[in-house]
C-alpha cells in the first residue's frame, strides 16, 4: 500500500498561482503512476493531470493546459502540481491518486487508481 498527503492548498486571487505536494509513503513511489483529481461543489470528480513513474509521461485536461503543470520527484517520494493563471471555474477539493502500473505510462481512468489522498481545498473567488 501507499499512503497520500495533499498539501498546499488555500485561498488565492484569480490570476495568482499555488502548488500543491503530495507526499507518498509506503511501497516504492515509482512503481506508482499518479494523477490529481478535483471535485468541486455539486459536480463529479475529475481529472485534472496525469503522471507516469518515470515523469516522462503526462497528460492534462483541456481546462488547464498551458496553465498547471504536473511534475513528481521520485527521490523525495512526492509529486507536484504548479497551478497558474488560477481561474475561479479552479475552485474545488483537489485530491492526489495512485495506481500500481507495471510500465511506465499514464492513465486517465480515474476509476482505475486505488490509493487517494485525503483532498486539500483551492478557493478562487469570483
Known amino acids: 500500500q501507499v499512503q497520500l498527503v495533499e498539501s498546499g492548498g488555500g485561498l488565492v486571487q484569480a490570476g495568482g498561482s499555488l502548488r500543491l505536494s503530495c507526499a507518498a509513503s509506503g511501497r516504492t513511489f515509482s512503481a506508482y503512476a499518479m494523477g490529481w483529481f478535483r471535485q468541486a461543489p455539486g459536480k463529479e470528480r475529475e481529472v485534472v493531470a496525469v503522471i507516469s513513474r518515470s515523469g516522462r509521461s503526462t497528460n492534462y485536461v483541456d481546462s488547464v493546459k498551458g496553465r498547471f503543470i504536473i511534475s513528481r520527484d521520485n527521490a523525495k517520494n512526492t509529486m507536484y502540481l504548479q497551478m497558474n493563471s488560477l481561474e475561479n471555474d479552479d475552485t474545488a477539493i483537489y485530491y492526489c491518486?495512485?495506481?500500481?502500473?507495471?510500465?511506465?505510462?499514464?492513465?486517465?481512468?480515474?476509476?482505475?487508481?486505488?490509493?487517494w489522498g485525503q483532498g486539500t481545498q483551492i478557493t478562487v473567488p469570483s
Open positions: 491518486a495512485a495506481l500500481l502500473l507495471n510500465s511506465d505510462r499514464v492513465s486517465l481512468s480515474l476509476r482505475s487508481y486505488e490509493y
